[in-house]
């Protein structure tokens, strides 16, 4: 990934460009794999599926329903939602599922939140609005659904075909009233597995806030001053990514270490290529804690990796670092559920 400067010269951004464009939301190129258990080649449709689903409210803050009309729900109710296809981006896929099944066009406000079961099931949920078309209607039902509905938060269907639409629901309208993550949309960066690129972050305990003192704050890089990009584990959740590579690279004392992760930075997915870009890299916001306090360990510093392959970085870019603890303490990155 590169800069292009006046004169037509580049050069290779700094890491902290890097880390200022992952704050942002924004995208870097994926050059290679510094952890890769077990790698894996995703194919849409055969061993992976991603999905989409679509909250929409009109403004009478009513939430868009569709009635499904598959033989395994026939009749039930639930949000637009569906699969992705061959060489579809992400958003693509969200505009054709709504447009297929409630009847109407949409664009997408913000991620919402990432609901995933491993590498080979991720589903992204968008808050979206509607900008054009008209409900689908019962006289319109086809294979897609059989119609769709402007529906209250408290006077939903009965009967819902899964009731975990119900947090997304509830997302929605507390977004609508307070964001507490700025707007983030998928970028076309492409990538060939399902991976997660690390800010990997370790801050101190021992800053005396009251008496003015600076929380400092490390991030984990590569050996050669990389941000981590670790493939995700086939038979594992997303979230358990960063535990694996803390595993690694810290095997005798991980089990004295808590793995947190707090969110999403940013989702980089290009499938314009079929069979070749079929994979999602997420940018991944992770804290690294001690589990408990003991004297032998100096809690004011980061473990030290046991392997060559991976170092500490500390951060001395003030707003850098400002910017980095504020999203670990109020959270304010797109949420990921793992099941």
Not at 309 to 317: K, L
Request: glycine content about 6%; proline content about 6%.
């Amino acid at each position: 990934m590169c800069r292009v400067l006046q004169g037509g010269f580049a050069m290779p951004l700094s890491l902290e460009d890097k880390v200022e464009r992952l704050l942002k939301g924004e995208g870097l190129e994926v050059t290679e794999l510094h952890f890769a258990p077990e790698p894996r080649q995703p194919v849409t449709r055969k061993n992976t599926s991603f999905a989409v689903c679509a909250v929409i409210f009109n403004s009478r803050n009513e939430v868009l329903m569709i009635q499904e009309a598959k033989t395994v729900c026939f009749g039930s109710w639930y949000l637009p939602a569906g699969r992705m296809e061959d060489g579809e981006s992400i958003e693509e896929t969200l505009k054709r599922e709504v447009r297929e099944e409630a009847g109407i066009d949409c664009q997408p406000i913000t991620l919402l939140q990432i609901q995933e079961k491993g590498p080979s099931w991720i589903r992204f949920a968008f808050l979206a609005e509607k900008t054009g078309g008209s409900l689908k209607t019962p006289e319109e039902a086809d294979a897609e659904s059989l119609q769709a509905q402007w529906y209250d938060r408290e006077s939903l269907p009965k009967n819902i075909r899964k009731r975990d639409i119900l947090t997304l629901i509830d997302a929605g309208l507390r977004y609508r009233q307070s964001p507490w993550f700025p707007c983030l949309q998928p970028v076309g960066f492409p990538c060939d597995v399902v991976c997660q690129r690390l800010l990997l972050a370790f801050a101190s305990s021992d800053a005396n806030l009251e008496n003015g003192d600076e929380e400092r704050i490390w991030l984990l890089l590569t050996d050669d001053s990389q941000l981590p990009v670790a493939a995700s584990v086939k038979a594992q959740t997303l979230t358990l990514t960063a535990k694996a590579l803390v595993k690694s690279c810290m095997p005798s004392i991980h089990e004295q270490l808590s793995v947190n992760t707090c969110g999403i930075l940013g989702v980089q997915h290009n499938g314009t290529a079929p069979g070749q870009t079929d994979g999602v890299c997420l940018n991944t916001l992770v804290l690294l804690e001690y589990n408990e306090e003991e004297e032998e360990i100096g809690l004011s510093l980061p473990p030290k990796p046991e392997s060559a392959a991976f170092r500490w970085h500390e951060v001395t870019n003030q707003s850098l670092r400002t910017e980095i603890l504020r999203k670990i303490q109020e959270g304010s990155v797109l949420p990921v559920q793992s099941t």
